[in-house]
């Protein structure tokens, strides 16, 4: 597709990819973007202008779109439109319009507490605060790839307990009985290295901290194990962050990346729209 450029952030992931419309993209582009993604796991699309059903219809060309989590309130997000998911602050009558509060959401994968997680998500800023609720990407490839190597050895082979009591704001899922047992929590077992379907790199794939427990470990050596690994993979080398202009719309690769927020003030709105597209269970490596 004519005009339409690359370029890497810099960062341990990502790249921006100028010069798109997504409201107007023709096959070129979509496999140049498709290309795109694979490489560099993150891409951001600024100066957007898409409503919900450009949002939808952008993300439904990667496959089909999940029904979005319901709120921590256990409604849906938006009357008609399952495969939407808000993340916001903002209040309306009492009641938050969306999820995860103005505080810190801290690393994770979304939905991996499912057996087949989604492949994708996409993230579209409406409203952001005047500073805070950048949110960082980590690139879970170059994290494998520069685990120690008694690390890495002892990595592959494993699984782990991506726990579904807590959404990455803390907030307890909705009719979830609370724990902090990862052993008794709910949630799914996933290999701890997979192999990503589409480029073959080997990953490391974790979910999220809490709750997250090695199968067949017992308690403290699964917390030593897990704590040596998440500490080497949040290093900020192998991250970038976004600071959000309304209007960006930043597409991730769910199984090779993580991604956290930092917080805001919560007086300030901040109203993002999200879709997931569906993905399969990750293989191990
Ligand atoms: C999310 O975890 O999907 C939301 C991230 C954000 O609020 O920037």
């Known amino acids: ?57 952008f993300s439904a060309c990667f496959g089909g779109l999940d029904w979005a989590p319901v709120q921590e309130t256990g409604r849906r997000f938006v009357e008609g439109r399952p495969e939407l998911y808000i993340v916001s602050n903002v209040m ?7 999820s995860l509060g103005a505080g810190e959401a801290v690393w994770h994968t979304d939905m991996s ?103 067949g470990l017992d308690l403290a050596e699964s917390e030593a194990l897990l704590d040596a690994i998440w500490a080497h993979v949040c290093q900020p080398r192998f991250c970038w962050t976004n600071q959000w202009q309304v209007g960006d719309l930043v597409l991730w690769d769910n199984r090779c990346t993580m991604h956290r927020r930092d917080p805001f003030d919560n007086s300030a709105r901040r109203v993002m729209h999200r879709t997931q597209v569906k993905g399969a269970a990750p293989p191990a490596a």
């Open 113 to 215: 507490y499912l057996p087949e997680p989604p492949k994708a998500s996409l993230l579209y800023a409406l409203e952001i605060p005047p500073s805070g609720g950048d949110t960082s990407f980590v690139n879970m490839y170059t994290a494998y790839e520069t685990l120690p190597d008694d690390l890495k050895a002892r990595a592959r082979g494993l699984k782990v307990k991506h726990d579904g009591t807590y959404n990455s704001g803390g907030f307890l899922r909705q009719g979830v009985v609370p724990t902090d047992d990862p052993r008794q929590s709910p949630g799914h077992l996933h290999p701890m290295v997979c192999t990503h379907p589409e480029s073959g790199r080997r990953m490391l794939y974790l979910g999220r901290r809490r709750n997250a427990y090695v199968d």
């Open 92 to 98: 309306v009558n009492g009641e938050p319009i969306g």
């Open 1 to 57: 597709m004519a005009g339409l450029n690359i370029v890497p952030t810099g960062g341990g992931v990502g790249a921006e990819v100028r010069g798109v419309d997504l409201r107007a993209i023709d096959d070129a582009g979509f496999a140049a973007i498709e290309r795109a993604w694979i490489a560099h796991q993150v891409l951001l699309f600024r100066g957007q202008a898409l409503s919900d059903d450009d949002l939808i219809g």
